[in-house]
T-cell receptor, first 113, second 112 residues
């Protein structure tokens, strides 16, 4: 069964600190992996999208990595800001399935001053 | 910056009533989607729509659900006879292909 698991479930860090969020997936055949940021009560906003051949991608202070062999991804946030407080969702797409994105439950990040 | 817009932002309806959730995807996108997120749970895929027909749907998308693109800009999700368990946030999304999907801000549906 196609699944996406994320850890930790929640995380509290101090402003200015770095953090890394983890994602493991069992989606086959793999097409791409995305990280989204979702503020409470809002729609998800795309941060990065990576295909099989990409193993790292950056978007400002966000850096995503992908190991397609171990089926793991991480999202690293550098120099966190209060506005980074949100849920970060790992989403995997299977090849041949255009919109049936498999969502993880997300990691709820709280950045404290 | 182009965005996906959804209306209404919040809809309250009585059990058994029909509801229509509306979405205006980004204008040059070709693929349209509906997802739902029950409070506290993960986002779930409902249906994808391309070339004026459903291209894929999940088990959740049963006969009570339907989608339509009535004109060149709107994309709607209809729930024929709402149940309490249909209460959720419904997100519309669109993209041009196997690229990042842009999500709307969602419609919070509350069935009472």
């Amino acid at each position: 069964k196609n699944q996406v698991e994320q850890s930790p479930q929640s995380l509290i860090i101090l402003e200015g600190k770095n953090c890394t969020l983890q994602c493991n997936y069992t989606v086959s055949p793999f097409s791409n992996l995305r990280w989204y940021k979702q503020d409470t009560g809002r729609g998800p906003v795309s941060l990065t999208i990576m295909t099989f051949s990409e193993n790292t991608k950056s978007n400002g202070r966000y850096t995503a990595t992908l190991d397609a062999d171990t089926k793991q991804s991480s999202l690293h946030i550098t120099a966190s800001q209060l506005s980074d407080s949100a849920s970060y969702i790992c989403v995997v797409s299977a090849w041949g399935s255009q919109g049936n994105l498999i969502f993880g439950k997300g990691t709820k990040l709280s950045v404290k001053p | 910056e182009p965005e996906v817009t959804q209306t209404p932002s919040h809809q309250v309806t009585q059990m058994g009533q029909e509801v229509i959730l509306r979405c205006v995807p980004i204008s040059n996108h070709l693929y349209f989607y509906w997802y739902r997120q029950i409070l506290g749970q993960k986002v779930e895929f409902l249906v994808s729509f391309y070339n004026n027909e459903i291209s894929e749907k999940s088990e959740i998308f049963d006969d009570q659900f339907s989608v339509e693109r009535p004109d060149g800009s709107n994309f709607t999700l209809k729930i024929r006879s709402t149940k309490l368990e249909d209460s959720a946030m419904y997100f519309c999304a669109s993209n041009r292909g196997n690229t990042e999907a842009f999500f709307g801000q969602g419609t919070r549906l509350t069935v009472v």
